[in-house]
C-alpha cells in the first residue's frame, strides 16, 4: 500500500511491478506448453494428468468519485498466495463486478458467463454483499464491499446472458 496520498510515481511503479510479476507468471506458463488464448482462458497441468481451466483478468477504473488514482480489481480464478508467492488455480472465479452509483440506487454488474438467475444466490449484510453463482462447472463466489450499508428488503436482482444486475435502493426510497 501507499503511504502517501497523491503519490502518483508509486502508483505507477506499483502497478507496473504487478503487471511485471503476471507477465513473468503467464510466460512460464506459456513455457510450460500451454495455450493462451485471446479470451483469457488457458489450460494447465494440475498433475496427475488432469487438466484445469485458468481465467485471470483485471478491471482498471480511474476518476473513480473524483479520485485520480487507479483501481485494478481482479477476476478470474487465478490467485496468488500471499505466504509462499505461489500461483495456484481454483474451482470457483471471481466474476468481473462494476458498481455504478447513480442518484436513488446502487447498480451492481457481475459477468459470470454460464449461470442463470435460478443458479445465483446473494447474500446482504450491511455493506457486504456475497455472491455465489454455480451451474455444473461454472462455479463464481465474490465478497464485495460496497460503498454503504443497504437494507436486503432494498435490493431487486435480474440475470439476462451470465449478466446480473443487483439494484440496491437508497435508503429515502424505502423507508
Known sequence: MISKKGNLTGNVEGILRGLGDLVEKLGELAEKGDQLKRSGVFDIDTGGGKDAKAVYGFSMKMGLNGNQEPHIEPFGNVHRDEKTGETTVQAVSEPLIDI?????????????????????????????????AEKGSKKYHKEIVLPHAFESNSMERSCHNGILEVKLKQRDDYE
Open 100 to 132: 455504478i452509483e447513480e442518484s436513488d440506487h446502487l447498480l451492481v454488474l457481475a459477468e459470470m458467463p454460464g449461470v442463470a438467475d435460478g443458479d445465483i444466490h446473494l447474500d446482504l449484510n450491511g455493506d457486504i454483499l456475497v455472491l455465489h
